[in-house]
């Protein structure tokens, strides 16, 4: 039988969160494109909310294992509270904050019907900031990010993040009536 140490587990639970976190971010922005049709924008709204709400729940678990690690364990204070870590209490904070903004998000998603609609999109775009704040956190103390295949992965999805993101703007510029309906 296998057996995987909690190091193990921490590790796959942080770089699965930041995989389905990026994936998520980019269906989100994707979505609204006026090259997609109403019936892909519900598939991909709903591979968005999933993959949100499942990178949210790594992430947790990722923080929740460090308690548990024999080699550098958390206390319960320095994996809910941003910067406290002993170990490299910068980008731990980073990852903590991350964490605590999709938290944000997730909660004001639940009452968007109630907070408004304008609010609730002005909290949605914290997550903007939260990816790159998570990317510095995996690029900075993960484990493997000195290994080439992590680089590439950080890589490609911070450059595939900011020209979403620039696609975003663009298209948000563009006047309504020159989108073509889908």
């Known amino acids: ?24 971010v980019c269906l989100g922005i994707i979505q ?57 209490p910068f980008f731990t904070g980073l990852g903590i904050v991350a964490f605590y903004s999709m938290f944000f998000i997730f909660i004001t998603s639940d ?3 109630k907070i408004g609609r304008n609010i609730w999109k002005t909290v949605h775009y914290l997550i903007f900031p939260s990816f790159i704040l998570v990317s510095i956190h995996g690029i900075f103390i993960g484990t493997d990010s000195k290994e080439t295949w992590a680089q590439y992965v ?10 979403l993101i620039v696609y975003r703007f663009f298209y948000k510029a563009t006047p309504k009536s020159n989108r073509s309906r889908g």
């Open 111 to 113: 009452f968007m019907k």
């Open 32 to 88: 609204n494109a006026s090259m997609i049709s109403r019936n892909v924008r519900h598939v991909l709204f709903q591979a968005h909310q999933m993959m949100g709400w499942f990178a949210f729940l790594l992430a947790f678990f990722h923080g929740f294992l460090l308690y548990f690690d024999d080699y550098q364990p958390f206390s319960i204070q320095e994996i809910f509270i941003p910067f406290l870590s002993r170990y490299q």
């Open 1 to 24: 039988m296998i057996q995987f140490s909690t190091w193990e587990w921490i590790r796959a639970a942080g770089f699965s969160s930041y995989f389905l976190l990026f994936l998520s």
């Open 154 to 163: 950080y890589i490609s999805a911070v450059v595939c993040f900011f020209v």
